[in-house]
């Protein structure tokens, strides 16, 4: 993952969320799960189970060494367009996963 991506960048303006646009809902999480391509340049990635996440091309994948987002702790993500999410649940318990756009250009 490239150093920075996870900071706002203030030169895109002010958030937009298009509700209509939640992308995934509810995907059930196990064994490593390739989300995407994603057209957006910002996501929001929330879980009811802890997840590892990594962000890439279409063979990227996650593990125990990504970023880890705990349940229940929506999580914002800067992202290039066209980009895959990896998620892999982090405990026994499998995770339900949401991604919602929040910044498309």
């Known amino acids: 993952m490239a150093t920075g991506r996870l900071n706002f960048d203030p030169s895109r303006g002010t958030r937009r969320y298009d509700w209509a646009t939640s992308l ?6 196990a ?13 929001a990635i929330g879980c009811d189970a ?6 890439g091309n279409s063979s990227v994948e996650a593990d ?5 987002i705990p349940a229940g702790l929506p999580f ?5 367009s066209g980009e895959h999410v990896s ?3 982090a405990g026994a318990t499998d995770a339900h996963v949401s991604i919602l756009i929040v910044a498309t250009d």
């Open 50 to 55: 802890p997840i590892y996440v990594r962000i």
């Open 31 to 43: 064994a490593a799960t390739l989300l995407g391509p994603i057209d957006a340049h910002e996501i």
């Open 76 to 80: 914002h993500l800067q992202i290039t």
């Open 64 to 68: 125990n060494g990504c970023l880890y």
């Open 87 to 89: 998620v892999i649940r």
């Open 24 to 29: 995934f809902g509810d995907q059930a999480v």
